[in-house]
Every structure is written in structure tokens, then in C-alpha cells.
């Protein structure tokens, strides 16, 4: 009888965890001027903690279409550390060049800074209409199309946590490369295809590969075999057109 009585604690314990909702932080982007809104719910994993996060899409043929949405941060090219000279970093917000933050995105969308870096700058930043705050937790995303791609569709999202080592992506690995270190494990990559003509009412991120460790190019790298960490900074994320 003790052991039913156990079993019976931990089984309604389990139960209860999978019925609690999910609590969102709501980010609704100001000034977006979309008449095709879309909703992207992103529930974290295990190893969350602040970091850079974009969604964009492609045709099929991988060509860069628009940015939906990316982490002020990134999208301004101003950090909560600015950069006082290469390596040093001081303890106030400013103006700092992390290529290895969201380079395949940053590639992909093809905007050249005066510097020769593609992530953006204070001189080539994202609009303001597209990025917000870097969120804390969970979060629900209130965003939209310009327009609406024609047939199927990617939707892709980079995500990318500071100064994220483990054994194989440690210190030790580049050690000459300062880009690299701001980053260690490289930004990770989602994919989802969608057809709008026939379209599901939830579609799944799933992960595609990894960006270059130091941003240097937009090449995509498919073994997700050295990940750790960086694997589990989301646990889910659902895309819902409206």
C-alpha cells in the first residue's frame, strides 16, 4: 500500500507539470505595417539566458526574402557591454561588432556596414519596428509579412547565447580569434517549410545546422554533433499564421 501510494504521488506530480500553461511574455512590434500578422511562440529550454534571437524567410531556393523580427541588440549593433577595444569591453551599453552572433542571417540579408561586416551597425541598423528588447523567458511574438510569399515558403529562425563554451568549443579553441570568443558555441539554425495555400494550424521549428564560430561567413554547417548547451536554449517553437 505505501508503494501504490508513492506511485500514485509522483504519476499526479508529472500529470500536473504537463497541464500547467505556459506563461508568455507578449511582444507586439510597434509601427509594423503587415496585413498577413503572424504569431511565433517561443518556450525556452533548459540553458536560456538572454540570448540573440532573429526570424527571417526564404523562397526555396534559399534567397533571403525579409527579417521579422530580431533582438534589439543585434538589430542596432549597440550591446549591453560596448566594446572599448578589440577584446575589452566595458560595463556600460554601447556600440560593439559581434560578427559571430547572427552571421548567417546577418549574410543572408546582405547589408555590407561601413566596416566590410554584414551584421548590422549603427549606420546600417534593422528598423526599429522589427527588433525589441532582448526577452527574458518565454515569449509570444506578434509580427507580420510585408508581403506574403507567393507558394511555399521558409521561415528560419538563428538563435545565438554569449560566451557559450563547452569541451569542444572552449577558450583554448581559437585563440587568436576575438570574434570567435564572444560567441564559443556558434549560433544555431531552425527551419520550417510553409504553404500558405494549404497551411497547417501549427508548424515546428526544428534545427538545421550551425553558422561559422566567428561570423566570417554565412555558411551553413549541418553537424550538430559538437552542440551541447546550445541546443537547449528553446524547447519548442511554434509558428501560427493568422
Request: glycine share 8%; net charge negative.
Amino acid at each position: 500500500m505505501k508503494y501504490f501510494s508513492l506511485f500514485l504521488v509522483i504519476l499526479i506530480a508529472c500529470t500536473s507539470d504537463r497541464n500547467i500553461p505556459v506563461q508568455y511574455e507578449n511582444i507586439e512590434l510597434k509601427g509594423l505595417d503587415s496585413d498577413h500578422p503572424l504569431e511565433i511562440d517561443f518556450q525556452k529550454g533548459k540553458y536560456f539566458n538572454h540570448p540573440c534571437i532573429v526570424f527571417w524567410t526564404e523562397d526555396l531556393e534559399g534567397n533571403y526574402l525579409e527579417t521579422l523580427y530580431v533582438t534589439r541588440f543585434v538589430g542596432t549593433g549597440k550591446f549591453g557591454h560596448g566594446e572599448l577595444s578589440p577584446g575589452k569591453w566595458d560595463n556600460k551599453p554601447g556600440e560593439a561588432r559581434r560578427p559571430a552572433t547572427l552571421p548567417y542571417w546577418a549574410h543572408k540579408r546582405g547589408i555590407k556596414a561601413p566596416d566590410g561586416l554584414y551584421i548590422p551597425s549603427h549606420e546600417t541598423p534593422v528598423p526599429d519596428a522589427l527588433t525589441s528588447a532582448t526577452p527574458l523567458g518565454n515569449f509570444r511574438l506578434e509580427t507580420g509579412f510585408k508581403n506574403q510569399p507567393e507558394g511555399k515558403f521558409r521561415l528560419l529562425m538563428e538563435i545565438n547565447q554569449p560566451w557559450d563554451s563547452n569541451q569542444f568549443w572552449s577558450n583554448s579553441k581559437f585563440p587568436d580569434n576575438k570574434d570567435y570568443f564572444t560567441s564559443l558555441q556558434p549560433a544555431l539554425v531552425y527551419s520550417v517549410t510553409i504553404d500558405p495555400d494549404n497551411p497547417e494550424e501549427e508548424y515546428f521549428l526544428n534545427p538545421i545546422g550551425h553558422s561559422h564560430p566567428s561570423g566570417e561567413n554565412g555558411k551553413l554547417f549541418t553537424d550538430l554533433t559538437t552542440l551541447t548547451t546550445a541546443k537547449e536554449i528553446a524547447e519548442k517553437i511554434i509558428i501560427r499564421l493568422k
